[in-house]
């Protein structure tokens, strides 16, 4: 072939492969700088082992990535097909192939909430988890009872009664149960300060019975403002050898209670009875919050041995019981 013609080839075959790398570059650059927005929130799941071709399809056919060929070229261009981490993510905004690689990357994973509200106990906690998805209320209230769990937390106690902290949590599809108690631990470690437990022993008091204490008052109280007096009430009680004689703690020892505390249950003996029992019950009846912690240990300045409830929420506090039995007839009986 004569030169001249050669090098006209040559420049054809140049022009020809500089078309094809552009078109292919126009291809790829208008893939990367076209945002995606999904036709209505899409949730996908990505589980530990799914190769990067599954999800990037998955991706594709939710609406997320326009075109999956295109954004596995992007991860591998990226070296992160086997970077990426499993678990559930939400994606309900426009995004970019780019950043939809990046989420994945980053382990930028759906977050849930919960809240556990002050005066729960294990019996509704384990209900709220079932009802948020987490985990079985059978297998929540077996493990919250799990004597190797218990060791491992450092809670000398029979259960986790008490010390799951209300607090409102973020947790993701892949959370579990044991994951999140130990959590809900942990928190009630922090907000049972050394300054609280070192309280409580001046008043004669162990860190779980401290714990049983507040959770009475937690359960009694129908305001923050009165928990000191109420707590001041049930240390003059446990002073004077009186029994504590608080409905709660009663309740929470009657299998599968209606809702309608009888003289029946007044009389039933049960480690839980405190009409009957002095002291202290064996454990925690419900998990107190912060403030009812802090006046568990740090009880009103009164000699009060008495309250009754006025109806509304709050409370009418007596010395005697002559003044005590006046406040009944007129808040109780005569209602």
């Known amino acids: 072939m004569p030169s001249s013609r050669w090098a006209k080839f040559s420049i054809l075959c140049f022009v020809g492969a ?7 570059a126009l291809w790829f650059s208008s893939f990367l700088s076209q945002p995606v927005t999904p036709p209505q929130a899409q949730t996908i799941q990505i589980k530990p082992g799914t190769s990067f071709t599954k999800v990037a399809r998955n991706l594709e056919q939710a609406g ?30 426009a995004a970019s192939p780019r950043d939809v690689l990046d989420r994945l990357i980053s382990g930028d994973v759906r977050k849930l909430q919960m809240t556990i509200p002050e005066g729960f106990n294990l019996a509704e906690i384990a209900a709220r988890i079932e009802a948020n998805e987490i985990g079985k209320t059978d297998a929540f209230l077996a493990l919250a009872r799990d004597a190797e769990l218990l060791k491992t937390l450092a809670i000398d106690a029979a259960s986790l009664e008490g010390y799951l902290f209300p607090e409102t949590y973020t947790y993701t599809s892949d959370t579990t149960l044991r ?46 403002a009165e928990m000191p007096l109420i707590a001041a009430v049930f240390h003059n009680r446990l002073k004077r050898g009186i029994p504590l004689q608080a409905d709660p703690t009663v309740i929470y020892g009657v299998k599968d209670f209606d809702g309608n505390l009888t003289r029946r249950h007044l009389q039933e003996e049960t480690p839980y009875n405190t009409y009957r029992r002095r002291g202290l019950p064996p454990g925690p009846i419900a998990s107190p919050g912060y403030e009812a912690l802090y006046a568990a240990a740090f009880p009103a300045d009164v000699k009060y041995l008495y309250f ?15 003044e005590h039995n006046r406040a009944v007839q007129r808040y109780q009986l005569r209602r």
């Open 18 to 24: 500089a078309i094809v790398v552009g078109a292919c």
């Open 64 to 93: 997320i990535v326009s075109d999956s060929r295109r954004f596995i070229l992007l991860a591998r261009w990226q070296d992160a097909t086997a970077h990426i981490h499993a678990g559930e993510y939400l994606f309900d905004t």
């Open 179 to 224: 994951e999140l108690l130990t959590s809900m631990v942990n928190q009630f470690r922090e907000r049972l300060t050394p300054e609280l437990v070192a309280a409580g022993k001046e008043r004669g008091l162990d860190p779980h019975q401290l714990v049983t204490l507040a959770s009475i008052v937690q359960k009694e109280a129908g305001n923050v």
């Open 308 to 322: 009754v409830s006025k109806g509304d929420g709050s409370h009418v506090f007596n010395a005697t019981l002559k």
